[in-house]
Structures are given as C-alpha cells and as structure tokens.
C-alpha cells in the first residue's frame, strides 16, 4: 500500500517568512495529492491539491510542487501570518480516492 | 450547507461499554469515509463507503470495530467491547463522487476509555 513521510515534524517561523513541507510517497500509481490544514479542535481542511498531470500550483500565498519522477511533493507557505499556525498534513491517493495521510507537520508562526 | 455532523463530539466510557459514533454526511456526497486521529499513529482510514456499500474495511483495527452506512445520509462506527487504546478522535468525511477529490470532514468526536 501508498506510504506517506512529512518532514519536518514541527515548523517554528517568524511572522512574514516562508515555511516549506515536504513528503515522498511510494506509491507509483498514486495521482493525487492534497495538502489539509488542521486548526485545534477542528477537523482537517483541504487548502490546496494537485494531481499527477501539473508539476506545480499556486493560490495566493500557497502554492504545491509536485517531482512525479522522485515521488516528493512539497507546500510553500510565503509570507506567513499568525493564523497560519496550524497543523498541516499532505496525502497522498490513488484513482480509487483512498487517501494516505502523512503524520502531519505543527506550524507555529511567531509575531 | 451544514457541512458534515458528528455526534457525539465527546464520550467517555469505561473499558468494556459499548460506543457507537455517528455520522450525517454532506447532501448529495456519495463516498463516505472514518478515520481515526492519535499522537502516536496520526490519521489512519478504517474503512470507506461508495454508495452506501463498504469498499474496504483493511483499516479496520479488529472485530470489536463495525461500521454501517443504512442510507446516504447516515452511517454508524461501533466499538463492541470498547478498550483504553481505542481513546482517540474520530472523524468522518464525506466527498461527492468516487474518484479521488476533495474530502471534507466533520469536527470529530473525542473518544476517552477509562
């Protein structure tokens, strides 16, 4: 089965820096691959997604690359701001849909 | 829309009791999926409906975990005894359609077993 790694753990950054996340998949068959932001309490919310066809994604201060041949894809963060603070997990599915979850990164975004 | 309905949000039982969570996806979304959230093992599927039939229960931890879907707007998760390490937080998602697209996911319910 889809095996999902997240680096790193945990992201310390100053307000208005950029944070990076990072994931590597196995599975060769896998096409899409979301990225979902988790606030306390909360259930994980989809901020952006790729599929296997685009190498790279932006909406405002997001944007998603895809490597399909080195099978890593990685989220940029530009421009942080305290309400990005959150926990951000990338995922990783096969045509089936069924989602693999990476183990999650704790931004923590500084003023 | 009411996004999808989780209850209960919180239970805390005794080791043994049985616990039942359920859940009301979004209207008109015909896949349906619960997944269980700890520190230590992070978000892992149990088990996934497309129209009402399971279409892979491998995520389910042991025969103490049932899950139904009688209709398109309800689906139970049932832990029969329930033990300690089944603490954790359970979420279901709903998401219109069976190709791999946007889940979206309930608040959970926070599940402590003494």
């Known amino acids: 089965g889809e095996n999902v790694e997240q680096h790193p753990s945990t992201l310390s950054v100053q307000e208005g820096d950029s944070a990076v996340i990072k994931c590597t998949y196995s599975?060769?068959?896998?096409?899409?691959f979301p990225w979902y932001k988790q606030e306390l309490g909360k259930g994980p919310q989809l901020i952006i997604d790729?599929?296997?066809?685009?190498g790279e994604k932006k909406d405002q201060r997001i944007a998603v690359t895809l490597n399909k041949t080195a099978k890593h894809f990685s989220l940029h963060i530009t421009e942080t701001q305290p309400e990005d603070s959150a926990v951000y997990f990338c995922?990783?599915?096969?045509?089936?849909?069924?989602?693999?979850f990476g183990a999650g990164t704790q931004v923590v975004v500084t003023p | 829309d009411a996004g999808v309905i989780q209850s209960p949000r919180h239970e805390v039982t005794e080791m043994g009791q049985e616990v039942t969570l359920r859940c009301k996806p979004i209207?008109?979304?015909?896949?349906l999926f619960w997944y269980r959230q700890t520190m230590m093992r992070g978000l892992e599927l149990l088990i996934y409906?497309?129209?009402?039939?399971?279409?892979?229960d491998s995520g389910m931890p042991e025969d103490r975990f049932s899950a139904k879907m009688p209709n398109a707007s309800f689906s139970t998760l049932k832990i029969q005894p329930s033990e300690p390490r089944d603490s954790a937080v359970y979420f279901c998602?709903?998401?219109?359609?069976?190709?791999?697209?946007?889940?979206?996911f309930g608040e959970g319910s926070r599940l402590t077993v003494l």
């Open positions: 998602a709903s998401r219109r359609g069976q190709d791999a697209g946007e889940l979206f």
């Open positions: 599975d060769s068959a896998s096409n899409y």
């Open positions: 790729i599929r296997s066809n685009v």
């Open positions: 995922a990783a599915s096969d045509s089936w849909g069924k989602l693999q």
């Open positions: 209207s008109g979304h015909n896949s």
């Open positions: 409906f497309n129209n009402n039939v399971p279409i892979d």
